[in-house]
C-alpha cells in the first residue's frame, strides 16, 4: 500500500498451485505444505486433551460441586452451566498449549446423567500451520447429596443459630407490629422455624450469619438490647473444626405506643428536662416521647433507655373513655416532631360519670385539633388510678389528673361491628407451643384492636403491607359517612396491593404515603 | 532416477554434499553406506570426492560449482584446497574468493549456463562468478528470500522452487533461467528444497522423507524419467514455461 502510494509500481501476485506433499491433490501452499485432510491425518490435536469428566451433583437441591466445597445451583443447557464445565478443562488446555474456540451443549435425556460438550479448538502445528478440530466431551453426573441436605435430612430440626425476642409486657401488640413488618421486608426468609412464645417469638436459623442478620434486623425497628451465647456441639480434634450451636436473646424495650411514662430524674435530665408524666408517641429504634402539658418533645434511642430503663406508668389497656364537654384553644398549631398538636383547656367527665354524677375535670390537652365538644377520647385517669410507682411518689410537683390520648371512634364502629374490612394482613407461618395455655379471646380482641390502631395511623401503616381482600364486598361503602359528615378511619383503596401482584412488584407498588390523591410512586 | 537417501539419519541430504555434472563432493564422518549409494549411482562417470571444507561437514552448502568451475569460501584451509585440486577433473577451475557472505551454497544458485544469486553479493564477486563458472549471473529474490540458493535446486533441464513462490516470479525467473520452473516441495512438505536434494542432468537424490508425490514431481520436472548418464552436450534453449498451475 505504501509503495503505491509513493507512486511506485508493484506487480500484482498470484499465489501458485502446489501438489499435496502426501496425496498430491493440488492445493494452495500453506505453511505444513500438506493438504488440510493429509494434516488431520497425521496429527490429532485433540491428543492428551480430557474426554471423559465427572460432574457431582446433588439431586435434592439441583446443584454441582465446585472443589472443594461450594455447591453451586445450575440449570442443565445453561450458560452457566456451559462455563461451570469449560473451567474443569481450562488447565489441561493450557498445558496442550490448545486455544478453545467454541463450545455449545448436545442435547441428552436428563436422567440419563450424562452432560455432553462439542468443543471446538485450535492448536499451532508445523511451524504456523494453525489447525482446527472439533470434539466430544462427555460429563458423567454423580449423585451426592450436598452438605447441607444432608444435614436437613439428617436432623430436620437442626438449628444452628436461634433469636430470641422477648418483650416483657402483658400484650402482644408489638409482636403482631413486628410480624407484618418482618414480612415486608422478608427478614425471616431464611429461618428454619419460628415457634411462638410466652412474652415472645422464637426464630431458628441454619446459620449463625442469618441469626445474626436477623437481630441487626430488629434492631433496626425497634429498641432493643441484645446478647449473644454459644455453646458447643461437637470437636473435631483432628482438624481442629468446632461446630457450635449460638442463641441471641433479644429483649424489646417494655414501653409501647400510647403508653403513660413517669420519667425518673435521669431520664428527664437527659431530655431536657421535660414534665415527669410524658406519653410515648412513637416507637421505632427510639422512642419519642411528649410532655403534653408544654408540648415539649424528647426522643431516647436504645442505648439511652437501657440505660436508664424504666417502665411505663399506665398502658393501653388501662385507658378510659371520657366525653369532652368543653375544649378552648391555647395556642396554635404547632408541629411537633412530624405531627400537628394544639394545646388546648377543656372540661372532661368520664363517661361513667356522665349523667350519674357531677365529677368533672379541667385539664390541658394535646388533642386541640382534634377534639370537639361532645366528643369521646381516651385517656388516662391518674385521678382514680391506683398506681404503684416509686417516681411518681417521689414527685412533689404537679401532677394532671387525666391525661386525654386520642379519639375515640369505638360507638361509630360499632355500627360497622362484624363487617369485614376491604383489606387483610398476611401472617409468618408461626408454631404454638403448646405448653403455654393460649387464651383465645383475649388473642382474638387483641388482634382486632391492632387492626384498628392500623386504620386510625396511617404513620403505622407506613412499613407494611396491606392486601385487597377479595371477600370484600364494596356495596355498603355508603353507609360508611357518617351523619356528621366525619368518616370513621378506614384504609384508602390505593394503600392496597393486590395480594396476588406481592412477589413481582413488591418494591414497586407500594411506599405511598397518605391517599391523599397521591398515587403510586411508580407504576 | 531419484534416489531416496539418508546421511547418519538426517533427511537433509543436500547441506552434506553437492552434486555436478562433473564431479560428486560428499562429506566426510559419515557411514559407507551412504558413501556407496553415490558411488552405484555414479561410478565410472564422475569422480566421487570425500572433503571438509574449513574444517566442517556442511560441504554442500559452503561452496558452489558447475562442470566448469568449483567456488570455495575464504575460510577453506589449504590442505583442503590442494586436495579438491588433486582430485577433481582438470578442466574444472577451484577458486577460493574473499567474500564475506561465506556460506556460497546458500548464495548462490547455477546450472552449467546460468547463476541467480544473492542480492548483497559483491561486485568482485560476481565477476569471478562469471569468470570462473562461465554462466550469466542474475541477482533474484525466491518467493521473497534472498537466499536464493537455498530455496531453489537448479539443474540444466528444469528447476524446482520454494512452494510459496508466486505465478508472476516463476514466470520470471523461467524467461532469465530458459528451463521450466515449478514450485514444490521435498522431504514431506519442507520448504528448503536445496537442502533436501540434490540434482544433476541425469540422476538425483532427495532426503527419505521425500514422499511420493514429491518424488514424481522432481522426476518430471528434471527430465529423470527416462535419461542416462551420458555427458549432456549444449542445446537450442526453448523458452518454456511449464508450472502446475
Redesign the interface.
Known amino acids: 500500500m505504501m509503495a503505491q502510494d509513493a507512486g511506485m509500481f508493484t506487480v500484482h501476485q498470484t499465489i501458485g498451485s502446489v501438489l499435496c506433499c502426501k496425496c498430491g491433490i493440488r492445493m494452495q501452499p500453506n505453511a505444513a505444505n500438506m493438504c488440510v485432510k493429509c494434516l488431520r491425518s497425521e496429527v490429532d490435536i485433540t491428543e492428551g486433551l480430557l474426554k471423559r469428566l465427572v460432574l457431582v451433583h446433588c439431586p435434592e437441591c439441583e446443584s454441582y460441586l465446585q472443589p472443594p466445597r461450594t455447591w453451586v445451583k445450575l440449570q442443565l443447557e445453561s450458560k452457566e452451566l456451559l462455563t461451570f464445565c469449560l473451567k474443569k478443562l481450562q488447565k489441561n488446555m493450557n498445558i496442550n498449549k490448545v486455544k478453545l474456540v467454541n463450545a455449545e451443549f448436545i442435547w441428552t435425556e436428563p436422567h440419563s446423567k450424562r452432560v455432553k460438550v462439542k468443543v471446538s479448538v485450535q492448536k499451532e502445528v508445523y511451524n504456523g500451520a494453525i489447525l482446527e478440530q472439533s470434539y466430544l466431551i462427555e460429563y458423567v453426573q454423580q449423585d451426592h447429596m450436598c452438605e447441607s441436605c444432608s444435614r436437613v435430612a439428617a436432623n430436620p430440626d437442626q438449628w444452628v443459630a436461634a433469636v430470641q425476642l422477648r418483650q416483657h409486657v402483658s400484650h402482644r401488640r408489638t409482636f403482631f407490629y413486628l410480624e407484618q413488618l418482618i414480612l415486608r421486608h422478608g427478614a425471616a426468609a431464611r429461618a428454619v422455624r419460628i415457634k411462638q412464645m410466652d412474652h415472645g417469638i422464637d426464630f431458628y436459623f441454619s446459620n449463625r450469619s442469618h441469626g445474626n442478620k436477623f437481630v441487626e434486623f430488629i434492631g433496626k425497628v425497634a429498641p432493643v438490647k441484645s446478647r449473644s451465647d454459644k455453646q458447643l456441639v461437637s470437636h473435631d480434634s483432628k482438624s481442629n473444626n468446632y461446630n457450635y450451636k449460638y442463641t441471641f436473646s433479644v429483649e424489646i424495650s417494655p414501653i409501647c405506643h400510647e403508653d403513660l411514662i413517669c420519667l425518673p430524674p435521669k431520664a428527664a435530665a437527659i431530655l431536657g428536662n421535660i414534665g415527669p408524666i410524658v406519653i410515648c408517641t412513637k416507637v421505632t429504634n427510639s422512642i419519642a416521647l411528649l410532655d403534653p402539658l408544654t408540648l415539649k418533645f424528647g426522643f431516647l434511642d436504645a442505648e439511652q433507655y437501657w440505660r436508664t430503663s424504666f417502665k411505663s406508668l399506665l398502658t393501653s389497656r388501662q385507658l378510659v373513655e371520657y366525653i369532652v364537654l368543653d375544649i378552648e384553644a391555647v395556642s396554635s398549631e404547632i408541629t411537633v416532631g412530624g405531627m400537628k398538636y394544639v394545646l388546648a383547656d377543656a372540661q372532661v367527665a368520664r363517661v361513667s360519670d356522665f349523667g350519674k354524677n357531677d365529677t368533672q375535670f379541667s385539664i390541658r390537652t394535646h388533642l386541640g385539633h382534634l377534639l370537639k365538644p361532645g366528643d369521646l377520647a381516651l385517656g388516662y385517669d391518674l385521678y382514680g388510678a391506683n398506681s404503684n410507682d416509686m417516681e411518681l411518689d417521689r414527685y412533689k410537683g404537679y401532677i394532671p389528673e387525666v391525661v386525654l390520648i386520642k379519639k375515640s371512634y369505638e360507638e361509630k364502629r360499632q355500627k360497622r361491628r362484624g363487617k369485614p374490612r376491604s383489606w387483610k394482613l398476611k401472617s409468618l407461618n408461626m408454631e404454638v407451643d403448646d405448653k403455654i395455655k393460649v387464651n383465645e379471646d383475649k388473642n382474638d380482641a387483641e388482634y382486632e384492636n391492632f387492626l384498628k390502631d392500623l386504620e386510625e395511623n396511617p404513620e403505622l401503616r407506613f412499613n407494611i403491607s396491606l392486601y385487597q381482600n377479595k371477600d370484600y364486598q364494596p356495596s355498603e361503602v355508603a353507609s360508611v359517612t357518617e351523619d356528621d359528615g366525619q368518616p370513621i378511619p378506614s384504609v384508602p383503596d390505593d394503600e392496597l396491593l393486590a395480594a396476588d401482584l406481592l412477589a413481582a412488584e413488591f418494591d414497586d407498588l407500594d411506599l405511598i404515603e397518605d391517599g391523599d390523591g397521591e398515587d403510586d410512586m411508580a407504576e | 532416477m531419484a534416489t531416496r537417501l539418508q546421511f547418519e539419519n538426517n533427511c537433509d541430504i543436500g547441506v552434506f554434499s553437492k552434486l555436478t555434472n562433473a564431479y560428486c563432493m560428499v562429506a566426510i564422518g559419515g557411514s559407507e553406506s551412504f558413501y556407496s549409494v553415490f558411488e552405484s549411482e555414479l561410478s565410472g562417470v564422475i569422480p566421487v570426492v570425500k572433503t571438509s571444507i574449513a574444517g566442517t561437514r556442511i560441504v554442500g552448502r559452503l561452496c558452489a560449482g558447475n562442470k566448469n568451475g568449483l567456488l570455495l569460501p575464504h575460510t577453506t584451509t589449504d590442505q583442503e584446497l590442494q586436495h579438491l585440486r588433486n582430485s577433481l577433473p582438470d578442466q574444472v577451475v577451484v577458486q577460493r574468493i574473499e567474500e564475506k557472505l561465506s556460506a556460497l551454497g546458500n548464495c548462490i544458485a547455477c546450472n552449467d549456463h546460468v547463476a541467480l544469486t544473492h542480492t548483497d553479493l559483491d561486485r568482485e564477486t560476481e565477476e569471478i562468478i562469471a569468470d570462473v563458472l562461465g554462466v550469466e549471473v542474475f541477482r533474484q529474490t525466491i518467493a521473497g528470500n534472498i537466499l536464493v540458493g537455498s530455496f531453489c535446486s537448479l539443474s540444466n533441464r528444469g528447476g524446482l522452487v520454494h512452494?510459496?513462490?508466486?505465478?508472476?516470479?516463476?514466470d520470471e525467473l523461467s524467461t532469465l533461467l530458459q528451463v521450466p520452473l515449478v514450485?514444490?516441495?521435498v522431504n514431506?512438505?519442507?520448504?528448503v528444497i536445496a537442502a533436501g536434494m540434490i540434482v544433476n542432468d541425469w540422476t538425483a537424490f532427495c532426503g527419505s522423507d521425500t514422499?511420493?508425490?514429491?518424488l514424481?514431481?522432481i522426476e518430471s520436472v528434471f527430465k529423470l524419467r527416462d535419461s542416462q548418464p551420458s555427458v549432456i552436450v549444449d542445446e537450442m534453449r526453448k523458452s518454456l514455461i511449464d508450472?502446475?498451475?
Open positions: 512452494p510459496h513462490t508466486s505465478i508472476e516470479d516463476l514450485a514444490g516441495t514431506r512438505g519442507s520448504e514422499t511420493a508425490t514429491e514424481s514431481v508450472s502446475y498451475v
